[in-house]
Nanobody, 126 residues
Framework: QVQLAESGGGLVQTGGSLRLSCAASGRSFSTSAMGWFRQAPGNEREFVATIGWSDSNTFYTDSVKGRFTISRDNAKNTVYLQMNNLKPEDTAAYYC???????????????????WGQGTQVTVSS
């Protein structure tokens, strides 16, 4: 069973930066696609970014392209989300997610992910 733990959220001003981290417990981390989702009050949980388990290909939702970067360090069983030039509309609880081992890469839908963290809050003040 994979367990995920997010960290790095906080309060920043518009234009600021944060780096979120997600530590995974499973031994199959290197063969699991990883994703970041976010959920603001009153909204559904939406896809933000994903990174594959083969060649570490990445994909982002349009609203964060050029500002956010997802990366992974398999030696540390950790995935990161570097967030730059933050905007108030980025305010949300951010969730880390992992697919089952050797599942399809670069998934963007919630059902593709079998394991989820508890979330970390990101608040961007105007």
């Amino acid at each position: 069973q994979v367990q995920l733990a997010e960290s790095g959220g906080g309060l920043v001003q518009t234009g600021g930066s944060l780096r979120l981290s997600c530590a995974a417990s499973g031994r199959s981390f290197s063969t699991s696609a990883m994703g970041w989702f976010r959920q603001a009050p009153g909204n559904e949980r939406e896809f933000v970014a994903t990174i594959g388990w083969s060649d570490s290909n990445t994909f982002y939702t349009d609203s964060v392209k050029g500002r956010f970067t997802i990366s992974r360090d398999n030696a540390k069983n950790t995935v990161y989300l570097q967030m730059n030039n933050l905007k108030p509309e980025d305010t949300a609880a951010y969730y880390c997610a992992a697919t089952r081992s050797r599942a399809g890469q670069l998934p963007t839908i919630r059902n593709a992910y079998a394991f989820w963290g508890q979330g970390t809050q990101v608040t961007v003040s105007s």
